[in-house]
């Protein structure tokens, strides 16, 4: 390990060549640049300039060219971009690279929980969503429509993205773990033409029934006009008599549906802006939010994000462990298709049916490009050193992390054990509502654990404090101070809504809801959510602080930080503590892992309490759910949006430790 120019200890550091052929390298020397401070400089100055210099160098297709690059007649909250311009996500994933000579190259491999393995080349996907895409047709799904998803992570999903927007009309991704009134709520906000799901999906060796909780979604969805059914459990599963029910006259069975249609159909002319993507994300009140994005939106921002901080290229391959219910879905199928490499789309938990399953299906299929959340390194890390080790992984190029604040030693397994210390961390962070990520990592620059080199090149970001004014060395509001491509266009029909959430704190700036800070060797760190900060005696502090210093400890395998009201200090901290395997609760683990956080956050920051619980809420992909830990431990009502909660048994929990 190096150390930087302040002290700050150097995690990786890029070889020559790595520079040499990193993509961003090449864009820089494009537009004159000769360090990445130069093309933040060059973004700031201009940001239309910029964009416009990197979709010709991404060479996207357009069926017409836009006539300006950025609109601000309507002001910053709704900025349009690539003015007039033709753009369609589907031709851009497909029609572009077979039209390129690359049309026998793997664009999409899928593996199941059992095993089944399935790929298509892109002249084979283009066909795929061809046949769907005219099913949908025939279905009545016309330009502007809305047609919801509620599917595991199969090819299908991937295929039912991209014909959607192949005919014009908007996708509406659920997770697919949502009960009934989770989907109901999303499908009927949105008003939903069509439905595309499956009979059922196995989750750890046991069938769930999908299809039983998108019947009980719809009795609250009338607008849904039909049910286009993937069987997949079992092929006659589906008949009359059988588990899993069927109504006649909306139900159609996917394979029937594509049978006779045309093996390619043109994509549909769509304007630059035209709707293509309705996101929904979850707060902790008040309704989901419906994010609005355009074809030349989410799908080119992510493919910018991909292709300057994780440097992907054609023939690539890139796993990222999530579902299409979450934005990290789309960022998967759209950028990696879009910069033609391949997609992996791995079905299943992490740890099932063996301990090392990620990392045998990352091996097998030579990925070289795999994300995942810090919360499920964290879960994994538990099973040993050596279930990574098993494995060839030598062709992991990237690897990338999203979602949440890292802690340093699950960070620097991660990096060592799976990346074996040749792999940097692409460290990413931003939103759904931003198409991708406002802060990242480089491929060509030293790293420093957890943190990220800067913002991600078209994102004019910045650390301000209660004024607005910019600090460095402290924490603060992380804002963004220009308009981007992957900007929502605003909530769906609820412009107010979005104007408040993220307008309404500075003038013309873009409040993004997370703490930063910059230290004095120019590394930003993300520190939390801004509504899960805690104030201990007038000091903020973020839960990430206190989760880092007792996860280092041997024995925990998780860590919530949580605030309760405090007489003394108005506000102060319970740590909830699940541990490894066979270490034993007792009174001196408890004053030990209090100790750790005195020594790594000082006395007066001190842990009024840590408790031992058996488990902690996190969504599927690994994401923890702290505010829903806050709440139960305070016994509120409302634990706010439990839709996304994978373990609801850890609620039991944390009641038995209180």
């Avoid at 416009?52 to 160098?57: G, I, M, R, T, V």
Wanted: aromatic share 10%; net charge negative.
């Amino acid at each position: 390990m190096a150390i930087g120019e302040h002290g700050q200890t150097h995690v990786w550091t890029p070889t020559p060549e790595y520079v040499e052929k990193a993509n961003v390298t090449r864009f820089m020397r494009r537009v004159g640049c000769a360090t990445l401070e130069d093309l933040w400089a060059y973004v700031r100055a201009d940001i239309a300039r910029f964009y416009h210099e990197l979709a010709s160098d991404m060479g996207l297709a357009w069926f017409e060219p836009y006539t300006s690059t950025l609109d601000l007649s309507r002001g910053l909250p709704f900025a349009r971009w690539f003015v007039d311009g033709r753009y369609n996500a589907s031709y851009n994933c497909l029609d572009r690279w077979v039209q390129a000579g690359r049309g026998s190259y793997t664009a999409l491999v899928w593996e199941s929980e059992d095993g089944q393995v399935r790929r298509y080349s892109f002249d084979e996907l283009l066909a795929e969503v061809c046949l769907l895409a005219g099913a949908l047709r025939e279905l009545g799904v016309e330009r502007g429509d809305t047609v919801g998803i509620y599917m595991p992570l199969l090819p299908e999903t991937a295929i039912a993205l991209l014909a959607i927007g192949r005919v014009g009309a908007i996708a509406v991704p659920a997770f697919s773990g949502y009960g009934a009134p989770a989907l109901a709520t999303r499908l009927a906000d949105a008003q939903a033409k069509v439905l595309l799901t499956v009979d059922g999906v196995s989750r750890r060796g046991k069938f769930v029934n999908m299809k039983a909780t998108a019947d009980a979604a719809l009795a609250d969805v009338p607008s849904v006009q039909h049910v286009l059914v993937f069987q997949r459990s079992n092929p006659g599963l589906l008949r009359p008599g059988a588990d899993v029910a069927w109504t006649k006259g909306r139900d159609v069975e996917w394979t029937h549906a594509v049978s006779g249609q045309a093996s390619f159909c043109e994509a549909e002319r769509t304007a630059s802006d035209e709707p293509y993507l309705l996101l929904y994300t979850s707060g902790s009140t008040g309704k989901p939010k419906g994010a609005v994005h355009g074809h030349a939106g989410f799908p080119v921002k992510v493919q910018i994000d991909q292709y300057l901080c994780f440097d992907v290229k054609p023939g690539d391959c890139m796993l990222w462990f999530t579902d299409m219910g979450w934005m990290m879905g789309p960022f998967l199928v759209l950028g990696a298709l879009g910069l033609g490499a391949s997609a992996m789309l791995y079905e299943g938990t992490p740890d099932y049916p063996t301990p090392d399953r990620l990392w045998e299906v990352a091996a097998r299929h030579k990925v070289t490009h795999l994300g995942i959340a810090p919360t499920a390194i964290r879960a994994l890390m538990v099973h040993g050193d050596d279930q990574p080790r098993k494995h060839d992984l030598s062709n992991l190029r990237i690897l990338g992390s999203s979602g949440e604040a890292w802690n340093p030693e699950p960070y620097r397994w991660f990096a060592q054990h799976v990346g074996g210390g040749r792999a940097p961390i692409i460290n990413y962070s931003g939103g759904t509502e931003v198409s991708g990520g406002i802060v990242g990592c480089y491929p060509v620059r030293a790293l420093a654990a957890c943190a990220f080199h800067g913002p991600v090149f078209g994102m004019d970001a910045d650390v301000v404090d209660e004024a607005g004014n910019s600090i460095r060395g402290a924490v603060g509001e992380l804002v963004v101070r220009q308009p981007w491509p992957g900007m929502t266009q605003g909530f769906w029909r609820d412009d107010e809504r979005y104007l408040n959430t993220y307008w309404s704190r500075f003038p013309n700036v873009w409040v993004h809801g997370d703490w930063a800070s910059v230290d004095n060797e120019g590394f930003w760190y993300i520190h939390g959510r801004s509504d899960d900060t805690i104030n201990v005696a007038g000091k903020r502090v973020g839960p990430a602080e206190y989760e880092s210093a007792l996860v280092a400890h041997p024995g925990v395998r998780e860590a919530a930080a949580i605030s309760v009201p405090d007489e003394l200090k108005g506000e102060a901290v319970v740590c909830l503590v699940a541990l490894r395997a066979n270490v034993a609760e007792s009174e001196g683990l408890r004053a030990e892992l209090l100790a750790k956080v005195v020594d790594s956050l000082g006395k007066a920051l001190a842990a009024k309490a840590v408790k031992f619980v058996d488990d902690l809420p996190c969504t599927r992909n690994g994401k923890m759910m702290r505010r829903v830990a806050r709440a139960r431990y305070l016994r509120m009502d409302n634990l706010g949006d439990l839709s996304a909660l994978e373990n609801p048994s850890s609620l039991e929990a944390i009641d038995n430790a209180r």
